[in-house]
Structure formats: structure tokens, C-alpha cells
């Protein structure tokens, strides 16, 4: 009998001033840039994209090795995507949801569940994972405000 490993579970909120539509749009409007958002440093491949799926793969350099992560994301306008994710440390299965703020203000909540995926790597501890997420996605929403603040929203082809 083998050993079940336990699903991680986490939870992450983010609040931006945009309203809700232009903070949807923003957010599942996946580009080859995006790491310079969050300043993770990954190289990023759009492979597919259509009006309710992304296809995309990441590539991450640790210093100690590269970690590799397909995403299949499921768009859910107008307030919602999940992402099913695989890679080379770990799978991970994550909902995004916004919520309509007071004073054209949006709330992102994420729910992830998280197990490692067959090669004996240890999930990081909840607090932490929950703090670097909140940290990438504090940069995501100072982008996606600089840009609601300009009246454009970003456009990449790739």
C-alpha cells in the first residue's frame, strides 16, 4: 500500500483599484512578459489561446536547476479562471475569483490545493507559499492599476 501525501491548501486575497471588468480582462490576458510583473525571472510560452482557454508553459530558472510548469487555464468570464498546472516539482490546481469592491475596486481571491507530483518534494510551508503569492500578486495589481491609471489595458501578441 502506498503512503497518500496530503493536499496542500492555501488561500491568497488581493485588492486592486480597477473596477472588476478591467481587472478580468488584465488578469487572464497572459503574455510572454508577465514575469517581468512579478519579477520571478521566467520564461513564458503561450501555446494555445482561445475565448475560454490558455494554454502556456513557464520555465524557471532556480540557480539550482530548472523547474518546468505546463498551465491549462479555464476562463470563466466575467469574474472568474482556473488554472490545472503540472510541472517538474509539483501539480497544483487553482481558483481565481473577483469580487466587486466599494469605489470601483475589485477583490482577487485564490484557492489553491496543491500535492507534489511524484518526486518527493516537499510542498513549502503554507505561510510561506501564502506569502509569496500575496507578494507577486501585490506586483501584479501595482501594474494592472499603473495601466487602468493610464486608460489602456496591455496588449502583447505572444
Known amino acids: 500500500m502506498s503512503k497518500r501525501v496530503p493536499v496542500a491548501r492555501y488561500q491568497v486575497r488581493a485588492t486592486f483599484?480597477?473596477?472588476?471588468?478591467?481587472?478580468?480582462?488584465?488578469?487572464?490576458?497572459y503574455?510572454?512578459?508577465d514575469s517581468r510583473y512579478s519579477g520571478e525571472g521566467y520564461r513564458?510560452?503561450?501555446?494555445?489561446?482561445?475565448?475560454?482557454?490558455?494554454?502556456?508553459?513557464?520555465?524557471?530558472?532556480t540557480g539550482t536547476g530548472w523547474i518546468w510548469l505546463r498551465r491549462v487555464i479555464r476562463l470563466d468570464p466575467p469574474n472568474g479562471?482556473?488554472?490545472?498546472?503540472?510541472?517538474?516539482?509539483?501539480?497544483?490546481?487553482?481558483?481565481?475569483?473577483?469580487?466587486?469592491?466599494?469605489?470601483?475596486?475589485?477583490?482577487?481571491?485564490?484557492?489553491?490545493?496543491?500535492?507534489p507530483d511524484?518526486?518527493?518534494?516537499?510542498?513549502?510551508?503554507?505561510?510561506?507559499?501564502?506569502?509569496?503569492?500575496?507578494?507577486n500578486w501585490a506586483r501584479f495589481g501595482r501594474a494592472l492599476e499603473r495601466e487602468y491609471a493610464r486608460g489602456r489595458p496591455r496588449r502583447d501578441p505572444n
Open 17 to 29: 483599484r480597477a473596477p472588476l471588468e478591467f481587472a478580468y480582462r488584465w488578469c487572464t490576458d
Open 31 to 33: 503574455t510572454s512578459k
Open 44 to 61: 513564458r510560452r503561450i501555446l494555445r489561446r482561445s475565448t475560454r482557454s490558455v494554454v502556456l508553459e513557464d520555465l524557471y530558472d
Open 81 to 115: 479562471w482556473h488554472a490545472e498546472s503540472v510541472g517538474s516539482d509539483r501539480a497544483i490546481s487553482v481558483d481565481y475569483r473577483l469580487s466587486k469592491l466599494p469605489g470601483d475596486r475589485t477583490l482577487l481571491t485564490i484557492r489553491a490545493r496543491r500535492r
Open 118 to 135: 511524484g518526486v518527493g518534494i516537499r510542498n513549502p510551508a503554507k505561510s510561506a507559499w501564502e506569502r509569496s503569492v500575496a507578494a
